[in-house]
């Protein structure tokens, strides 16, 4: 196993209370195996991935138990100047915005050369080699030329593949893909994702894979983790989670997937999950779906469910499966 995560909470100090965007998280990921992180935007998915990289701001934001385990040692209990000669070459991330995560102010190449340099300690001349090489692995049109440009003369997809190659150019054990695929055309869409999987392959690197976007992790996941108010609800093989949602939530995500043999016509609508995603400074006791759920029951009002294994590697956060 690659990756463990065990009872990881992330709390962030408000002036509204405290706010609990990672609650207990259970996952794991092996060698060369993909992740996806899935749900709806405030879940606690990029808080999650932030809170694996150590990268959460502090204050107000702090992880408050837990372990996340990466390749034996527990990456909670290192010093900040051990986590930096880990974050970046073992674990990388792509940033859910390339264009804020990029400087404006610096060449592409300038940016990917000094992570090269850093963890590589390659000279100037080899670490642009490096960049030119990574450029051409992700499909960069012309990777000579791309690395003297600025952010702002890429197209959204271009500045796409540039972080990943920022995020591969070291051989990580482990890649971060923080909505890799958000605000991009269908077809970059696919490009993208088609990308990832290649070089996950050539270079084995294993990925976690953030998105809200069950499409895409039908595509390019093996096991995905449901997530709702900070929790993992639901946990499964794509397979086992596709063909036999348990959980209601993953379950009004299913169905708000538009249907491409559906009978259209004026009367006929896309399922919705109704209400809206709690506010984390005001959780309600008990299961935090009640209120949005069809199968809401007395105890589900009073005490919180368990993630518990419903079915062989399949495990879910529901009092509708309690033995």
């Known amino acids: ?9 992330t709390h962030f100090h408000t002036d509204f209370g405290v706010i609990k965007a990672v609650d207990r998280v259970d996952l794991s990921i092996d060698e060369g195996d993909t992740l996806g992180v899935v749900g709806e935007s ?13 990268l959460i701001p502090t204050p107000p934001g702090k992880i408050v138990s837990g372990n996340v385990i990466f390749n034996g040692v527990d990456l909670l209990s290192l010093d900040s100047a051990e986590m930096r000669k880990i974050r970046g070459k073992d674990i990388s991330m792509v940033f859910q915005e390339p264009m804020t ?28 080699a490096r960049a030119i090489e990574m450029l051409s692995l992700v499909g960069m ?16 997809g271009m500045r796409q593949r540039v972080m990943i190659a920022m995020a591969l150019c070291c051989g ?9 695929t958000t605000a991009l055309d269908v077809t970059i869409q696919a490009q993208i994702l088609e990308l990832i999987g290649r070089l996950k392959h050539d270079i084995g690197t294993s ?13 390019a996941a093996e096991h995905v983790a449901v997530m709702y108010t900070g929790q993992v609800v639901e946990y499964a093989s794509v397979e086992n989670l596709f063909a036999t ?3 209601p939530y993953t379950v009004g995500l299913m169905e708000s997937i538009p249907k491409i043999d559906a009978p259209w016509g004026r009367d006929v609508h896309l399922k919705v999950i109704p209400g809206a995603v709690p ?13 949005r759920c069809a199968h809401t029951m007395q105890i589900c009002r009073e005490k919180e469910p368990q993630l518990k294994e419903y079915m062989p590697k399949h495990r879910v956060h529901c009092w509708l499966y309690e033995k």
């Open 1 to 9: 196993m690659l990756l463990e995560i065990k009872d990881l909470s």
């Open 279 to 291: 506010s984390l400074d005001d959780l309600p006791k008990g299961c935090t779906f009640q209120d």
């Open 42 to 54: 405030g879940c606690g998915k990029t808080v999650l991935a932030l809170s694996i990289m150590r």
């Open 207 to 219: 990925v976690i894979l953030i998105t809200h976007d069950l499409g895409v992790i039908a595509e």
């Open 141 to 156: 049109p012309s990777p000579e030329t791309a690395i003297r440009n600025y952010p702002h003369q890429m197209s959204g």
């Open 101 to 128: 995560s990029l400087n404006p102010v610096l060449r592409i190449g300038d940016q990917i050369t000094e992570i090269i340099k850093l963890h590589l300690g390659l000279g100037r001349e080899e670490a642009m």
């Open 245 to 247: 949602p348990l959980h």
């Open 172 to 180: 990580p054990r482990l890649m971060l893909a923080d909505e890799p």
